[in-house]
């Protein structure tokens, strides 16, 4: 029966093991759920880039702060049992196995012994050791080693090793290489007494050094310092010179040592084999004796750990992943103010000396030079505290299901009673107000007596602002509630109030459970603070009063500090990366310049100056891991990225590995030739479809927690060419070839439709040819009509010799007349005579009635053609109806050639007794010469496409002037 209860209670006690020993504060474990898929974790290393690399027995990983990427057999792994992978400054990630099978990483690519050759050459019968300087890796085997392979730019060289020559059956272990002089440490493990042997690897000659090396001694080293581990026993020396060791200091401890590590700050840490890990605050460098160390990670095997360039210490263990915390955090918990400060804090105030911490349970704390002590109200109780509230010595703690009335000088604690408890607020001297789901109740604590003040219903919070009102929230609405009247009048509205608080005489601030925070006085509300102006939630829990012009506050997802600039507001956010033990904020109180933080993890103290002090920007890039065009990934970032249609859709793969940020990671970028608008994306891939064609730069940051953004962005040029058909030459070839297609369709239609025109123009010509020779058919018996008229009149007379004189000139007109008519076009010469020999004809006619005159200009050439028989009809008119009519004076015909304005101006003008109009001149003399010459015009328009206008006028009765004006202009061409 004893044995086994005490089976049993062994099992409770390694089950609630966690429970008892100490949580780290800030302490991050990475496992299975997060993508660390394997059950052992071996060595871990940093490349240049800031990830952190993972040897393990399921493959090795990449971790960039958000995301493992795991490297198996799917990606070209033989041996999946990876010890170390070793980052190389080329790029290169070499991959160190259990046994052989070795390779290594190149552009995301894992390159074996079947895709390089070179590798095969690495062989071992037993584990290999390494040493590497950032460029080359030199691999052997500890047990009797015969070479020395170095990987370099995917090259293996051998160096043969000699130094057993002696006696072949002694046998050596190398313990390290110095890769900067080359010298290969040995020890002989037949002879323990044998000194230490420094071997130069390629001069092969071998130099004894002054320390001898025990059997069970295990060598580890840091540059100079070597640290040689005996069970439980290490010895540090350092290198004087290449082969004089001095001793520095022995130090033991009660386990046996598992593993020695010294991280970059020279610090050592000690792996136990019974689990966790001791770390010595002193360093190497200081050569101060070893304190005693602080012991981390309690229960868990620790087989690598590492200090990152952050200062960042990283663990691996057996079985249960890896661990991380920060640099902060680990000073923290190094230098801890409080032991034993793990438990989940759900109220906190302070009194004149003391930090008051209410729990998850019927227990409390009290914080007093750098301890806490303990009160339990009720064993085994799970209620959690709501509020405490302090007057001196006096203090309350308010739970949710009980008020607790505690004396500091005397210790003296009294449960006053079962509440259905909401908060506790001070109210006046030697009383507190209790807000519960019955109502609002005043308690005078030195007489011990209860005052309701609202009944029957939810307060949630109180604050008192005048001698007699109060503010009280409930559920939904804040209320003004008058203590002596009792009358209770609605304030605000639909708004869950958690906490109020006075900023000022008449300013008050009060905390939502959904609404952020609202700043207003008795009247009306001043601001409301949201997640749009800076929260990280907008339910928040409490509110601390730094001073008028700044106040904390707590929530779910950090710590904020908001700080009034007239009608400004600085949001500062604060979170566990800071080095609050857990978002989990339940309050804060401060004290000078100390912030005291009640969290879910336990009591964090930071400094009010430190945390304002804190960078607001980080000190890396995001990285460009691999950009994929279309199906095909490209490793090599380096090159420039050129692409076309239709392989014009881009993914970029980033990373920013501020691991600080816990996987709080955002980019802000932009593509400069898409768009000048910053996005802001939590996917590590920005992806860009279709990109059109052009020169474009990504830029990006990384963002961490609380928003810091990176320093600088990573910028990457890329280009997408266009297709033939997009160039600028195909398109000034498509238009130039549209240009002309149009123009030939263009003059094809409008060929087209001249040809038409043509040939309608034919007929019309045809028709206006047949037109014309009938007008001159029309023309030639009119005139000889009038001719015959005239010769009829003389011999009427009987006057024999006019009539003889006038048939010569009238044979002379008649042949010229046959002979004009035949043709279209005649000189101005020609017209001139042929003008003079009818007037002529006509003056002998009419017994000298009128004169005439004939006048052409030097500007006119007599050579220019006009048409023919066109001036006749016009003179012909002027003389029937001008001159014919009048009997007071002579009558005179004027007919001028002058060339004006680039046309042949022909003016005919007569003293007659003139014409008031075109119209009447053609209607009422009947002039059937003037309508033909009227329509032959028309016709050489139509038919010559001859330019001829028409001017007819009377001038006016004047003194000075009488008669008819017919001026003809007529574009000239030369005969």
């Known amino acids: 029966m004893k044995k086994s209860t005490l089976f049993i209670s062994f099992l409770l006690l390694i089950f609630l093991s966690p429970f008892f020993f100490p949580q780290i504060p800030g302490l991050v474990n990475y496992g299975e759920e997060s993508g660390l898929n394997n059950s052992y974790t071996y060595n871990l290393s ?34 999946l049992e990876i010890l170390s992978s070793l980052p190389l400054d080329n790029g290169e990630v070499f991959i160190f196995p259990f046994l052989n099978d070795f390779a290594y990483l190149k552009n995301g690519h894992i390159i074996n012994s079947d895709s390089n050759k070179e590798l095969r050459k690495i062989q071992f019968k037993y584990n290999a050791n390494y040493s590497y300087d950032h460029q080359s890796v030199y691999i052997f085997t500890s047990y009797n080693p015969e070479n020395i392979y170095v990987f370099k730019d ?30 290969l440490y ?19 000659k071998k130099t004894t050094c002054n320390i001898p090396l025990g059997k069970e001694v295990t060598l580890y080293r840091k540059d100079d310092f070597f ?7 290490i010895t540090i020396y350092q290198l004087c010179n290449k082969f004089i060791f001095k001793k520095i200091q022995t130090y033991s401890v009660k386990e046996n040592i598992h593993q020695v590590i010294v991280d970059k700050n020279y610090r050592i840490w000690l792996c136990i084999e019974e689990g966790g890990a001791l770390y010595f605050r002193e360093t190497l460098k200081d050569h101060k004796k070893l304190t005693t160390p602080i012991p981390f990670l309690s229960g868990n095997i620790i087989n690598h750990l590492m200090v990152d360039r952050d200062n960042n210490t990283w663990f691996s263990t057996r079985n249960n992943g890896v661990y991380f915390i920060t640099e902060k955090f680990l000073k923290s918990y190094v230098h801890l103010p409080v032991r034993n400060n793990s438990a989940y804090i759900t109220a906190i105030s302070k009194n ?27 064993e085994n109780r799970k209620i959690e505290h709501k509020a405490i509230v302090s007057d001196s010595n006096m203090v309350f703690f308010g739970l949710s299901r009980s008020l607790v009335q505690y004396n500091m000088a005397t210790g003296q604690k009294q449960i006053l009673g079962d509440f259905n408890l909401k908060s506790i607020v001070p109210y006046t001297n030697n009383s507190i107000l209790i807000c519960s789901s019955e109502g609002l109740t005043s308690y005078h604590y030195p007489s011990r007596q209860y005052t309701e003040m609202i009944r029957q ?63 207003f006085t008795n009247h009306k509300i001043l601001h409301k603070l949201s997640e749009n102006t800076g929260l990280p939630t907008n339910q928040i829990k409490k509110i601390e009063v730094e001073n008028e012009k700044a106040f904390w506050a707590s929530t779910n997802s950090g710590l904020s500090r908001v700080e009034i600039t007239g009608s400004r507001f600085r949001i500062n956010n604060f979170t566990q990366p800071d080095g609050l033990p857990s978002n989990l904020v ?70 920013f590995p501020d691991y600080v940020s816990q996987g709080k990671i955002r980019y802000k970028y932009k593509v400069e030739g898409l768009g000048e608008s910053w996005l802001i994306s939590s996917s590590p891939k920005i992806i860009l479809n279709s990109v059109p064609p052009g020169e474009y730069i990504l830029k990006v940051f990384g963002l961490g927690y609380n928003g810091r953004q990176a320093t600088i962005p990573t910028e990457m040029y890329f280009e997408i060419k266009p297709q033939f058909w997009q160039t600028w030459w195909f398109r000034t070839l498509l238009i130039v070839g549209g240009t002309a297609l149009l123009f030939i369709l263009i003059n094809w239609y409008f060929q087209k439709k001249r040809n038409k025109k043509l040939e309608t123009l034919y007929y019309e010509k045809k028709i206006a040819e047949l037109e014309l020779q009938a007008i001159k058919a029309q023309i030639n018996p009119h005139f000889i009509y009038n001719c015959l008229n005239s010769i009829q009149f003389l011999l009427y007379k009987k006057d024999y010799e006019e009539t003889e004189n006038y048939l010569n000139i009238f044979s002379q007109m008649i042949r010229k007349t046959l002979y004009y008519s035949e043709k279209t076009f005649m000189p101005v010469k020609e017209e001139v005579e042929y003008l003079s020999l009818y007037l002529n004809m006509e003056k002998l006619r009419l017994k000298e009635q009128f004169e005439y005159t004939i006048k052409v200009s030097e500007t006119v050439n007599e050579n220019w053609v006009i048409p023919s028989l066109l001036i006749q009809p016009f003179v012909e008119n002027a003389i029937k109806h001008g001159i014919a009519s009048i009997t007071d004076r002579k009558g005179k015909i004027g007919i001028f050639f002058d060339y004006i304005n680039a046309s042949l101006c022909i003016t005919i003008e007569d003293n007659g007794v003139g014409i008031n109009s075109v119209n009447q001149s053609i209607t009422k003399t009947g002039s059937f010469g003037v ?37 003809l202009y007529i574009t000239p061409y030369e005969n």
């Open 457 to 519: 219903e939810r307060v949630y919070t109180a604050l008192p602002y005048d001698k007699d009102s109060l503010f009280a929230g409930s559920f939904k609405d804040l209320y003004k509630f008058n203590t002596k009247t009792k009358e209770k009048k609605l304030f605000l509205e639909d708004y869950y109030f958690t906490d109020l608080k006075k900023l000022s005489s008449t300013v008050y601030v009060g905390t939502t459970n959904r609404n952020g925070i609202i700043i």
């Open 154 to 183: 995917e090259k293996v060289t051998t160096i043969p090793l000699h130094f057993n020559t002696h006696n072949s059956s002694d046998i050596y272990y190398a313990l390290t290489l110095d890769s900067a002089t080359h010298l």
């Open 586 to 655: 339940a309050g804060c109180v401060i004290k000078n310049d100390t912030i005291y933080v009640g969290t879910s993890k336990g009591l964090g103290i930071l400094s009010v100056k430190d945390l304002l002090m804190q960078q607001k920007l980080i000190e890396k890039k995001a990285i460009i891991n691999s950009v994929m065009i279309g199906h095909k990934e490209f490793f090599n970032v380096n090159q420039k990225f050129i692409s076309q249609a239709p392989e014009n859709d881009i993914m970029f793969n980033l990373s």
């Open 186 to 204: 040995l020890s002989n493990k037949n002879n323990s007494k044998e000194n230490i042997l420094a071997y130069d690897i390629f001069t092969g």
């Open 931 to 967: 309508r033909l010459s009227q329509k032959r015009i028309e016709t050489f328009k139509q038919l010559f496409e001859t330019h001829i206008t028409l001017e007819i006028k009377s001038f006016p009765e004047q003194e000075s002037k009488h008669g008819t004006q017919i001026k």
């Open 46 to 79: 940093q490349d240049h880039n800031g990830f952190i690399w993972v040897g393990s027995d399921n493959g090795f990983f990449r971790f960039d702060g958000k995301e493992f990427i795991q490297y198996s057999k799917k990606s070209g792994l033989k041996n």
């Open 352 to 378: 004149d000396n003391n930090i008051l911490l209410g729990y998850n349970e019927s227990k409390a704390g009290i914080y007093n030079s750098h301890a806490i002590r303990d009160l339990v109200f009720e």
């Open 227 to 233: 640290i040689f581990k005996e069970k439980r026993k």
